[in-house]
């Protein structure tokens, strides 16, 4: 039996790769959709076969371990290959480069079957000859995954925690094995630049400093985020200085300054200015919480008040994440994320439209929660993405903080960009 589950495992990881290989090139013409639902299928079907046969390791010895290991460990791990190149998530190429990378790794895997067997791919019945069972072999892949597991589900986490941010920052945010990493984008369309900043409510104050100080080309205007409360309404404002005390960061509010004339909205509506030719501008480009919901007022006192009262980080997330489970229903949320997100993205974005008129370069440091609108509202403008920053927010460790890397100005086919 163990010797027909592996065999069946082979079989189907190599029908996989050459499956998701046709499905691939196929799509860069005319998709099939039928062709995609069994790779999908077919694909299901290899985990849960990747799963039981590692399993079998530790009870039947005879199985070459040098063999199931790889293809195990691909399957576990392919679907988050392109986490290790967002710039390329959901290109044709890459998935035409992992499909090719999977068949790689099943020839390279069975040379030792071929070697035995040239004419059948399969583990041979040699292989099996003698006792299955040694307390030996169990004891050290019990031991062994003493280790391997915990490392495997930190991956897994860390790997899911990454697919969040990308999908729901457009990619502004990405974890990688450094630390933190927050994406810059820079659009043009003829003589008119928008660079985009991905935000982080806290972070390493050098990360805000060099953000704050970001270059820029003529007439310049920052249209800053911050929610005013010209009414009082928020009796316990999130304050998130306490939570970067706790963990030996600096907030947003504290550290990033830009310098620069600060302007009125009524100074864009006007706009015989013409912007600031001796420096830049800088505009508040956000709501007043006046605007806000009942339901988002009510939500925004009740976190403050948790922040406020926790005199311990994890009493602090604790608190919040039990608070939240027990008063927050999905209509709530929905409004909330509405207020927060939505509605301040619309405002930001008439502010945009307008700034535009007057400056050559508008900067836009928002949370990276808000880019997935704002950066669909400047493609849908006809602005043309032509560089990346990649910036570390927050730096796991100690030591010097790196400068920004450049990802690339290579434009590629999905509006990303290449790595050069």
Known sequence: MTRILANLFLLMFLADGGISFLDELVSLGHPLAPLSLFRAGLGNFVVILAVTVYALLGIDKRLPKRVIVP???????????????????????LGLAIAVLQLLVYQLATTPIRQMT??????PKGLFKGPSYSVKNSAVFAAANLVILPCVLALLVGFTANAFMQRYTAGFMHLGPDGLHMYEKVYRRQNRTILLAGMIHVGEKEFYQRVASLPSAGRTIVLAEGVTDDRNLLRDRPDYSKLAGYLGLTSQADRMHFAGRVIEPSQLDTAPAKGNPGGVDILRADVDVSSFRP??????????RQMKNSRTLSQQLLSSILWSQNNITPEIQSTVM????????????GNLDKALAQYDTVVVPWGALHMAEIEKEVRRQGFQLQRVTDRVSIRFGKGAAAPPREAGKAQVPGGGVRHE
Do not use: C, K
Request: proline residues 10%; negative net charge; charged residues 10%.
């Open 118 to 123: 040239p004419v059948t791919v399969s583990l």
């Open 338 to 349: 509405d207020d927060i997100l939505h509605r301040r993205n619309q405002v930001l974005i």
């Open 71 to 93: 293809l195990v460990l691909f399957t576990i791990f392919s679907p988050f290959l392109p986490l290790l190149v967002p710039s390329l998530a959901g290109t044709p190429a």
């Open 295 to 304: 339901a988002t007022i009510w939500f925004l006192n009740e976190l403050g």
